[in-house]
């Protein structure tokens, strides 16, 4: 079975950091792209970051730009998503989701319909 398992939101203070956690069970993580969405409410599901396969190379919207970084730990079979200087506006359900198509994968900021195994979610609530 393929799954993939959020982890790391919390409760943090504006300017806070958090790291999310994304392993997976079932399948090699480091063969897929993977990417990282949030959707807060009332709002549509947003790409927030993604990271290649085979050259690890990394995307990131605009607004997390310089505050938010995306890693892979092939040992771990995981993907991180370092969040720092975190604001309000950055609270939402963060999911992070693989291209089923194996290798170097698609952009998830322009395809983020290509991307899937949502998982249940993390939970990230900034306070002013």
């Known amino acids: 079975q393929v799954r993939l398992a959020e982890s790391g939101g919390g409760l943090v203070q504006s300017g806070g950091s958090l790291r999310l956690s994304c392993t997976a069970s079932g399948f090699p993580l480091d063969d897929y792209a993977i990417g990282w969405f949030r959707q807060a409410p009332g709002k549509e599901r947003e790409g927030v970051s993604c990271?290649?396969?085979?050259?690890?190379?990394?995307l990131y919207t605009d607004i997390v730009k310089g505050r938010f970084t995306i890693s892979r730990d092939n040992a771990k079979n995981s993907v991180y998503l370092q969040m720092n200087n975190l604001e309000p506006e950055d609270t939402a359900l963060y999911y992070c989701?693989?291209?089923?198509?194996?290798?170097?994968?698609?952009?998830?900021?322009?395809?983020?319909?290509?991307?899937?195994?949502w998982g249940q979610g993390t939970q990230v609530t900034v306070s002013s």
């Open positions: 989701a693989y291209d089923p198509r194996p290798g170097y994968g698609r952009n998830c900021l322009r395809y983020p319909l290509a991307f899937g195994n």
């Open positions: 990271i290649s396969s085979t050259d690890h190379t990394t």
